[in-house]
């Protein structure tokens, strides 16, 4: 279970980094610039996610299948 969340964090990570920088950002710039609409916060977070899972889907592809090849692998304690 505890490799099971930490390959989960590992996989989340790059998201949820952009996703807080890039609200952050937009938070900043609606301030600077009073423009008080949540599309303008929402929209650019939600493509820039996007954008990184595209770029980070290989990576997140071999982690999963190295994980669940792990798993498989030595099936014995689960079995108890």
């Known amino acids: 279970m505890q490799n099971a969340v930490s390959t989960l964090m590992w996989i989340v990570a790059p998201m949820l980094i952009v996703a807080i920088v890039v ?5 900043l ?3 600077l610039t009073s423009i008080q609409d949540q ?3 929402f929209a650019p977070r939600v ?3 996007f954008a990184v899972f595209l ?3 290989p990576w997140i592809l071999q982690v999963l299948l190295t994980f669940t090849a792990s ?8 079995i108890k």
């Open 47 to 49: 493509i820039a996610i």
């Open 71 to 78: 798993l498989f692998r030595d099936f014995t304690p689960f």
């Open 55 to 57: 770029i980070a889907f």
């Open 39 to 41: 599309t303008f916060s």
């Open 29 to 31: 710039i609606q301030t």
């Open 23 to 27: 609200g952050v950002l937009m938070s």
